[in-house]
């Protein structure tokens, strides 16, 4: 017969066991949730696009373009092409691009984006014919929507001819209101595209728990499959902007949970030192 354990012994065994739980709810509290992917907003200073965000759960990679004010970062489109291309192939094989959201023709600025958007969605056109060594699950089309721009309801005539599965972003700057929002999009988005909500919360337009009321109204809208969210990685700063910090991070992460995420931008925000604070 085997010695019965002793009442010290209990105890201990209970309080360790205690201590483990509350070191698990600890972890799970301050741990951010995973993340889909990463954006990609494609200049030549990033052109060796490298990281380590497969930490954070990210499997795609949404590449904001493949042509930027008429410069291509990919081979064969007959545009100039920039200084140095990406090495698509490498970034072909990378854990955080397993899946990639091709973006096709854009422009830095966003008044010359929406004032000659016939052209690129010609532009977009090409480029989406062009072959590539990524698993391309998707197209982006990147000009960018908010309800301010009356233009806007020129897209679904524009759209019509590029691939699906399509994605374009939207955003409020003006803060209109969630229901508003959601009412306006879904009365000119065509039902094969989905979008990319940016959440504001980087240049303080909002909190995450109103930019989830948000994304929770254009869900209702449009349904699931056809909401994602921009999570602004990045904080406003003298000249700029600056890399959120994990305790900034965290509270959007953490309002999204349930959507599929995306970090903006990797290369340029989502910093090896932030990577390694929110995987802990």
């Not at 303080?204 to 602004?232: C, D, F, H, N, Q």
Request: hydrophobic share 45%.
């Amino acid at each position: 017969m085997g010695r019965h354990p002793t009442l010290c012994a209990v105890l201990l065994a209970a309080l360790l066991a205690g201590a483990i739980a509350a070191g698990w709810w600890v972890v799970q509290r301050y741990r951010a949730p995973a993340v889909t992917g990463i954006a990609w907003q494609v200049d030549n200073r990033t052109v060796g696009i490298a990281g380590d965000w497969q930490r954070l759960g990210a499997q795609e990679l949404l590449v904001q373009w493949s042509a930027v004010d008429d410069l291509a970062f990919v081979p064969g489109s007959g545009l100039p092409q920039a200084p140095v291309l990406p090495d698509w192939r490498r970034i072909a094989q990378e854990p955080w691009a397993r899946r990639v959201i091709l973006g096709l023709g854009g422009r830095f600025d966003e008044k010359r984006a929406r004032a000659g958007i016939a052209e690129l969605a010609a532009q977009s056109r090409a480029l989406a014919r062009l072959p590539t060594p990524l698993n391309v699950v998707g197209w982006y089309f990147p000009v960018e929507a908010s309800p301010e721009w009356e233009g806007a309801r020129q897209l679904p005539a524009l759209l019509k001819d590029l691939p699906r599965p399509l994605w374009i972003s939207i955003y409020d700057s003006a803060n209109g209101g969630a229901n508003e929002m959601a009412d306006w999009v879904a009365s000119w988005l065509p039902p094969d595209v989905g979008v990319f909500f940016q959440d504001g919360v980087g240049v303080y337009a909002r909190t995450p728990k109103v930019a989830l009321e948000y994304a929770e109204a254009l869900r209702k809208k449009l349904g699931s499959e056809r909401v994602r969210i921009i999570v602004e990685a990045f904080r406003p700063a003298a000249g700029g902007f600056r890399p959120a910090t994990a305790d900034e991070l965290r509270p959007q992460l953490a309002a999204y949970r349930g959507y599929q995420t995306y970090l903006f931008d990797g290369p340029h925000y989502v910093t090896p030192a932030l990577v390694k604070a929110l995987a802990r």
